[in-house]
């Protein structure tokens, strides 16, 4: 069993910075692919970044590329979304999810309930 739990998230201010984690409460992490999405109010949900189950692959959307990094400690059963530079536009409720593949855009087979980023300017 998947059980996905994500923390971190708060108000910042512009060009401040935020470290999520997600961390799996049931068994172990390792063998799972994992991402980050964000949904804004009013707006779709949409794929921030996402890392394979051994960290050899990453993927980054073009709105976060060189400002947030993905990274996991499988021994930790945890996945970190450490966000730097950021912007208002960033405001949304970020969510991890874990599948068996390293496929960013999904299909995924489980989801965290999400952890609200308000970025402040």
């Known amino acids: 069993q998947v059980q996905l739990v994500e923390s971190g998230g708060g108000l910042v201010q512009a060009g401040g910075s935020l470290r999520l984690s997600c961390v799996n409460s049931g068994r172990t992490f390792s063998t799972y692919a994992v991402g980050w999405f964000r949904q804004a109010p009013g707006k779709e949900r949409e794929a921030v970044a996402a890392i394979s189950w051994s960290g050899s692959s990453k993927y980054y959307s073009e709105f976060v590329k060189g400002r947030f990094t993905i990274s996991r400690d499988n021994a930790k059963n945890t996945v970190y979304l450490q966000m730097n530079s950021l912007k208002p536009e960033d405001t949304a409720v970020y969510s991890c999810?874990?599948?068996?593949?390293?496929?960013?855009?999904?299909?995924?087979?489980?989801w965290g309930q999400g952890t609200q980023v308000t970025v402040s300017s």
């Open positions: 999810a874990a599948a068996s593949q390293f496929r960013p855009m999904g299909p995924y087979d489980y």
